[in-house]
């Protein structure tokens, strides 16, 4: 029998819960039971489907202060970050309700190619059983975002959450559960993705592979999905560039909250910001002043905005990746001061375009400000990097506003707002290295499903 997998508070390092681990013999036998899980699915209506995932929704609405409290606990989110996670949640899931009713083909008009005699459509069917493998960062709408579409549209499902914040997916599927969806249906692996996740990925069972996490995995994954369906999203540095005709106080006070919500574990945080020359300094100020008013500490304390980062090696990887920086002779504007896994928030400028810290995905609290001679420089900058998944560029102008969005090579490009925006119904996915395809219910199912033609020959 496989270790018991010990899931830790990572502001305390207390031991949460333990967990029975699978393992590639039990995947084998839970990938089994998901085939028969897939007939059972076909044969539920689609208004039905749509029902049990509203009924989920209602159901986690009602619990929503118990989800909370379980990411705080397992992931480290502020109270109000975890409360906002679960009423995204509860969108997800009824944005894949109004997905499951929608699901449609159309008629294939067989008389245009000079074959008046036949009729025909295509259906969307469901693709088949989906493994879904998801990150510690957003471990319950993030498994929605994968979990509705994915019942939505037929399909049987197996989740493999990140083994150090699994218990907000589980609670999710037993969710799920209760509102109708069958057991065989929906099911939930446990272990380290080199073990578990590599035999979902590599078993010939799942027709659809889809995976949220860092870029390293996500192209191992590639080369061991074999002929699957493939949907990817893989993280970046996302960049906000700044204008002089600029809102300067906006862009500051939603920074505060782009560059450092969730201790910046996000994958659209705002790690890089580039700043026209002559409101560089103007700029930095207000960051300055914003930022260092953040509140650290206990994230079960409701007045708290900054709290942990998800383990202390990754606190250790973070300021290592600073100290280099400083190296180079990048200037630290705000020193974040560490207790144990929770880190202030930094702010370093005149950064190296190939330091880390503008190069690689941060995940940390921590935000670079580097000025630029204009607009063609910043689209230069933003674009010398492997990422692309959100951008931003804060200006009046909108004829800047129009070249930045054609220039910037990212899945998503905001005006005046900042790249870590998101809701739960828009296109959401990245070019380059950050991915394939696109996430959001009434695009994920796409993804999710197949077209299959139905000809008559009536002559």
């Given at each position: 029998?496989?270790?018991?997998?010990?899931?830790?508070?990572?502001?305390?390092?207390?031991?949460?819960?333990?967990?029975?681990?699978?393992?590639?013999?039990?995947?084998?036998?839970?990938?089994?039971?998901?085939?028969?899980?897939?007939i059972k699915m076909r044969d539920i209506t689609q208004q039905r489907r749509s029902e049990i995932l509203n009924r989920a929704a209602e159901i986690i609405k009602d619990r929503s202060e118990e989800f909370a409290r379980t990411l705080v606990l397992e992931v480290g989110k502020t109270w109000r970050e975890a409360s906002g996670e679960a009423a995204?949640?509860?969108?997800?899931?009824?944005?894949?309700?109004?997905?499951?009713?929608?699901?449609?083909?159309?008629?294939?008009?067989?008389?245009?190619?000079?074959?008046?005699?036949?009729?025909?459509?295509?259906?969307?069917?469901?693709?088949?059983?989906?493994?879904?493998?998801?990150?510690?960062?957003?471990?319950?709408?993030?498994?929605?975002?994968?979990?509705?579409?994915?019942?939505?549209?037929?399909?049987?499902?197996?989740?493999?959450?990140?083994?150090?914040?699994?218990?907000?997916?589980?609670?999710?599927?037993?969710?799920l559960h209760e509102a109708g969806v069958p057991k065989e249906a929906l099911q939930v692996v446990i272990g380290p993705g080199s073990t578990v996740g590599n035999a979902l990925v590599t078993s010939p069972v799942p027709r659809m592979v889809t995976f949220t996490g860092s870029k390293a995995v996500g192209e191992e994954i590639t080369r061991h999905?074999?002929?699957?369906?493939?949907?990817?999203?893989?993280?970046?540095?996302?960049?906000?560039?700044?204008?002089?005709?600029?809102?300067?106080?906006?862009?500051?006070?939603?920074?505060?909250?782009?560059?450092?919500?969730?201790?910046?574990?996000?994958?659209?945080?705002?790690?890089?910001?580039?700043?026209?020359?002559?409101?560089?300094?103007?700029?930095?100020?207000?960051?300055?002043?914003?930022?260092?008013?953040?509140?650290?500490?206990?994230?079960?304390?409701?007045?708290?905005?900054?709290?942990?980062?998800?383990?202390?090696?990754?606190?250790?990887?973070?300021?290592?990746?600073?100290?280099?920086?400083?190296?180079?002779?990048?200037?630290?504007?705000?020193?974040?001061?560490?207790?144990?896994?929770?880190?202030?928030?930094?702010?370093?400028?005149?950064?190296?375009?190939?330091?880390?810290?503008?190069?690689?995905?941060?995940?940390?609290?921590?935000?670079?400000?580097?000025?630029?001679?204009?607009?063609?420089?910043?689209?230069?900058?933003?674009?010398?990097?492997?990422?692309?998944?959100?951008?931003?560029?804060?200006?009046?102008?909108?004829?800047?506003?129009?070249?930045?969005?054609?220039?910037?090579?990212?899945?998503?490009?905001?005006?005046?707002?900042?790249?870590?925006?998101?809701?739960?119904?828009?296109?959401?996915?990245?070019?380059?290295?950050?991915?394939?395809?696109?996430?959001?219910?009434?695009?994920?199912?796409?993804?999710?499903?197949?077209?299959?033609?139905?000809?008559?020959?009536?002559?």
């Amino acid at each position: 029998m496989a270790e018991k997998l010990k899931v830790f508070n990572p502001y305390d390092n207390s031991v949460i819960a333990e967990l029975d681990q699978d393992t590639p013999s039990s995947v084998a036998s839970k990938l089994a039971l998901a085939r028969n899980g897939l007939i059972k699915m076909r044969d539920i209506t689609q208004q039905r489907r749509s029902e049990i995932l509203n009924r989920a929704a209602e159901i986690i609405k009602d619990r929503s202060e118990e989800f909370a409290r379980t990411l705080v606990l397992e992931v480290g989110k502020t109270w109000r970050e975890a409360s906002g996670e679960a009423a995204r949640c509860v969108n997800t899931l009824r944005l894949s309700a109004i997905e499951a009713m929608k699901l449609a083909g159309e008629e294939v008009p067989f008389s245009s190619a000079n074959h008046p005699n036949k009729q025909g459509f295509y259906r969307r069917v469901p693709c088949g059983v989906v493994a879904a493998i998801t990150p510690f960062n957003f471990p319950l709408n993030l498994v929605a975002h994968k979990l509705g579409p994915a019942l939505a549209a037929g399909c049987s499902a197996l989740l493999k959450p990140a083994s150090v914040t699994p218990l907000s997916g589980i609670k999710l599927v037993e969710a799920l559960h209760e509102a109708g969806v069958p057991k065989e249906a929906l099911q939930v692996v446990i272990g380290p993705g080199s073990t578990v996740g590599n035999a979902l990925v590599t078993s010939p069972v799942p027709r659809m592979v889809t995976f949220t996490g860092s870029k390293a995995v996500g192209e191992e994954i590639t080369r061991h999905v074999g002929l699957k369906k493939i949907a990817l999203e893989l993280g970046s540095n996302s960049a906000v560039v700044i204008l002089e005709d600029g809102d300067l106080e906006r862009a500051a006070k939603r920074i505060r909250i782009g560059g450092y919500s969730l201790a910046g574990q996000v994958c659209i945080s705002t790690q890089r910001v580039y700043v026209e020359e002559g409101v560089y300094q103007p700029f930095l100020d207000l960051l300055v002043s914003e930022v260092s008013t953040l509140k650290t500490g206990n994230p079960l304390d409701e007045a708290t905005e900054l709290g942990p980062m998800i383990e202390e090696k990754e606190v250790d990887r973070i300021l290592s990746w600073i100290d280099e920086a400083k190296s180079a002779g990048s200037e630290v504007v705000l020193e974040g001061k560490r207790e144990g896994s929770v880190l202030g928030p930094w702010i370093l400028a005149k950064v190296p375009e190939d330091a880390k810290l503008i190069k690689m995905e941060a995940f940390a609290p921590v935000v670079v400000v580097n000025p630029v001679r204009d607009l063609e420089d910043a689209i230069e900058r933003v674009n010398a990097t492997c990422y692309g998944l959100q951008g931003a560029v804060f200006t009046r102008d909108l004829k800047k506003a129009f070249r930045a969005c054609d220039g910037i090579d990212a899945g998503g490009v905001l005006v005046n707002e900042i790249p870590t925006f998101r809701v739960d119904l828009m296109p959401y996915g990245g070019m380059k290295g950050s991915g394939l395809g696109r996430e959001g219910p009434a695009y994920a199912i796409r993804e999710m499903t197949e077209e299959k033609l139905y000809l008559f020959d009536l002559s």
